[in-house]
């Protein structure tokens, strides 16, 4: 029989995302798959059944399940636990997992004999960039935060110079220069807005300066060292926090836009704005916390909700790739499709996975009911330490 490839329609309200586009569809049947998509899977990306279809899928009829028996399910989030029941042991699932803290989940899968993948854990390496979810979904983020904060924004964004007065530029403050940053740097200076931005590591201070931003940060002998060797940022002093914290004091209440987007691999989303630098903002002034999901960068904001607090707006939009549903699936599509297609026997039209292979070791999370990634083993409980019988006669 034919590798049989299964698109189930995402169980999580509210996610409009989907794993596979007609593109990838028409992909996958050419290494020789069966692709089977849940009716409904992509319509709120804009796919209809009818376009997987005419791209050579099956849409399941309706009452039926894509996952039974399925050797590769594709998805967009981790399983749901009613998802784990139905899928067959053994079958390959590539999603973005979220595992960290997530350990009764990992169980689940490895229990249930499913070999699980997490996308968000590809290495940051030239190979793998066309894989590279957190790139992609980020970018589209960033540009989503800059929109949103125009959308809430009660003024114009550019400078406009009118018979009847001018109209001031928008000063606009991006907190985080990684892939979302840069590209909200990108879209308010698209808009007209004056921007600015800072991030602790020093490879984005000329990155910020090329999309014509000005750059803020205290650039001290810490700062030059702060960055992990995967590009990330590093977890910085008390002493420096404290000093950059200040910095930021006095260049936030003078900001009429603040998208912040700093978050670190597994750890709580650092605090970045304080209620008293909200305090400080003017009226009408509009903050986005992308980091809302993972404990947000700033103190009043609230998960799913947009906050008004002393005349500024705090706005913390859950999944928001995910407002951009259309052109998220696309790319995440891609990214999918580029790391499945190394774990399929060209000749062989047959699933072959390479368990040496840097890519496959980076993100595969269970496997042969077992957690099998380093960075996720359950945590083995200490021995209770023996009572000390008492002396003869205590």
Same mark, same amino acid.
């Given at each position: 029989m034919?590798?049989r490839?299964a698109?189930?329609k995402e169980?999580?309200?509210g996610?409009?995302?989907?794993?596979?586009?007609p593109?990838t569809v028409?992909?996958f *049947?050419?290494?020789?798959?069966d *692709?089977?998509?849940?009716?409904?899977?992509?319509v709120?990306?804009?796919?209809l059944?009818a376009d997987y279809?005419?791209?050579g899928?099956?849409?399941?009829a309706?009452?039926s399940?894509?996952?039974a028996?399925?050797?590769?399910?594709l998805?967009v989030?981790?399983p749901?636990?009613a998802?784990?029941?139905?899928?067959?042991?053994?079958?390959?699932v590539i999603a973005t997992?979220?595992?960290?803290g997530?350990d009764?989940?990992?169980k689940?899968?490895?229990?249930a004999g499913?070999?699980?993948?997490?996308?968000?854990?590809?290495?940051?390496?030239t190979?793998?960039q066309v894989?590279?979810?957190?790139s992609?979904?980020?970018n589209?983020a960033?540009y989503?935060a800059?929109v949103?904060?125009?959308?809430?924004f009660?003024r114009?964004?550019?400078?406009?110079?009118t018979?009847a007065?001018?109209?001031?530029?928008?000063k606009a403050?991006?907190m985080?220069?990684?892939?979302?940053?840069?590209?909200?740097?990108?879209?308010?200076?698209?808009?007209?807005a004056? *921007?600015?931005?800072?991030d602790?590591?020093?490879?984005?201070k000329e990155q910020?300066?090329?999309?014509g931003?000005k750059?803020v940060?205290v650039e001290n002998?810490?700062f030059k060292?702060?960055e992990?060797a995967?590009?990330?940022a590093k977890?910085m002093s008390?002493?420096?926090?404290a000093?950059q914290?200040?910095?930021?004091a006095?260049?936030?209440?003078?900001?009429?836009?603040?998208?912040?987007?700093?978050?670190?691999?597994g750890r709580?989303?650092?605090?970045?704005?304080s209620?008293a630098?909200?305090?400080?903002?003017?009226?009408?002034?509009?903050i986005?916390?992308?980091?809302?999901?993972r404990?947000?960068?700033?103190e009043?904001?609230?998960?799913?909700?947009? *906050?008004r607090h002393n005349?500024?707006?705090?706005?913390g939009?859950?999944?928001v790739p995910?407002?951009?549903?259309?052109?998220?699936?696309v790319?995440?599509?891609?990214?999918?499709?580029?790391?499945a297609e190394t774990?399929i026997d060209?000749?062989?039209?047959a699933?072959?996975v390479?368990?040496d292979d840097?890519?496959?070791k980076a993100?595969?999370?269970?496997?042969?009911g077992e957690v099998?990634?380093?960075n996720?083993?359950?945590?083995?409980?200490e021995?209770p330490?023996?009572a000390?019988?008492?002396?003869?006669?205590?």
């Amino acid at each position: 029989m034919p590798m049989r490839i299964a698109v189930p329609k995402e169980a999580e309200a509210g996610e409009g995302r989907v794993a596979a586009t007609p593109d990838t569809v028409k992909k996958f *049947v050419g290494l020789g798959a069966d *692709v089977v998509v849940e009716p409904g899977a992509g319509v709120a990306s804009g796919i209809l059944d009818a376009d997987y279809q005419a791209a050579g899928a099956t849409v399941a009829a309706p009452g039926s399940d894509v996952l039974a028996d399925a050797d590769i399910v594709l998805k967009v989030r981790r399983p749901a636990a009613a998802e784990i029941a139905r899928t067959k042991r053994g079958a390959i699932v590539i999603a973005t997992m979220d595992p960290y803290g997530a350990d009764a989940a990992l169980k689940a899968m490895a229990e249930a004999g499913l070999t699980a993948f997490a996308m968000e854990l590809m290495p940051r390496i030239t190979r793998a960039q066309v894989m590279d979810v957190l790139s992609s979904q980020a970018n589209l983020a960033g540009y989503r935060a800059v929109v949103d904060a125009a959308a809430e924004f009660g003024r114009a964004f550019p400078m406009m110079m009118t018979a009847a007065g001018t109209v001031p530029a928008a000063k606009a403050f991006i907190m985080g220069a990684g892939v979302a940053g840069l590209q909200a740097i990108a879209t308010a200076r698209r808009l007209g807005a004056i *921007v600015t931005a800072t991030d602790v590591r020093p490879a984005a201070k000329e990155q910020v300066a090329s999309l014509g931003a000005k750059f803020v940060a205290v650039e001290n002998e810490e700062f030059k060292a702060a960055e992990t060797a995967g590009g990330y940022a590093k977890e910085m002093s008390d002493a420096y926090k404290a000093a950059q914290a200040e910095l930021v004091a006095s260049h936030i209440a003078k900001q009429d836009i603040v998208v912040t987007t700093a978050l670190i691999p597994g750890r709580p989303a650092p605090r970045l704005v304080s209620a008293a630098m909200v305090e400080s903002m003017k009226p009408g002034s509009i903050i986005v916390d992308l980091a809302v999901e993972r404990g947000g960068n700033v103190e009043l904001a609230k998960p799913g909700e947009v *906050v008004r607090h002393n005349g500024v707006t705090i706005v913390g939009h859950l999944n928001v790739p995910g407002r951009l549903a259309a052109s998220a699936s696309v790319l995440y599509a891609k990214n999918l499709y580029a790391f499945a297609e190394t774990m399929i026997d060209k000749s062989a039209k047959a699933l072959a996975v390479k368990w040496d292979d840097e890519l496959v070791k980076a993100t595969l999370l269970t496997r042969d009911g077992e957690v099998v990634h380093p960075n996720f083993q359950p945590k083995v409980a200490e021995a209770p330490v023996a009572a000390t019988a008492p002396a003869a006669g205590a």
